[in-house]
């Protein structure tokens, strides 16, 4: 199940009766106790998936242009704003490089890190909740 998926409230499905008060409930018609039918969902609930922030951390080794090309390549930024968050981090010790749901989030973080590995630096890429 992907978070992308729509999910269900646990008090109100899609398709499911909206709960009846007390006085509408019971059977009969047409009297002054219950002349109410059931309500039904036609449009499903959705749920926004929870936004995972991914950062970069500083270190004292990773090559500046190594960190910029893999903010291009992996969070698509152009070179000057891959340029512009690499120095951020590197003057400021984090920064961020985008807010994605988790799946998204955890891919970057292992392309990241599995990148950084190849290439014997030890940049390091770690995801939080928003
Ligand atoms: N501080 C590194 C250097 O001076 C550059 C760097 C920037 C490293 C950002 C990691 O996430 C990083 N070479």
Do not use: W
């Not at 199940?1 to 409230?9: A, N, V």
């Not at 981090?89 to 988790?102: D, L």
């Amino acid at each position: 199940m992907s978070l992308y998926d729509q999910t269900t409230r646990p008090s109100n499905g899609p398709g499911q009766p909206l709960k009846a008060t007390s006085r509408e409930e019971g059977g009969g018609g047409g009297g002054s106790k219950s002349d109410t039918g059931t309500i039904t969902r036609t449009r499903p609930k959705t749920q926004r998936p929870s936004l995972y922030r991914v950062l970069l951390l500083n270190d004292d080794y990773t090559p500046m242009e190594f960190v910029v090309l893999v903010l291009q390549d992996v969070f698509n930024k152009t070179r000057e704003d891959a340029m512009q968050v690499m120095l951020h981090v590197h003057n400021k010790g984090v920064g961020e490089c985008g807010v994605y749901p988790y799946e998204v989030a955890e891919t970057k973080v292992t392309r990241v890190m599995d990148t950084a590995r190849k290439n014997q630096h030890p940049l390091q890429c770690v995801m939080e909740k928003q």
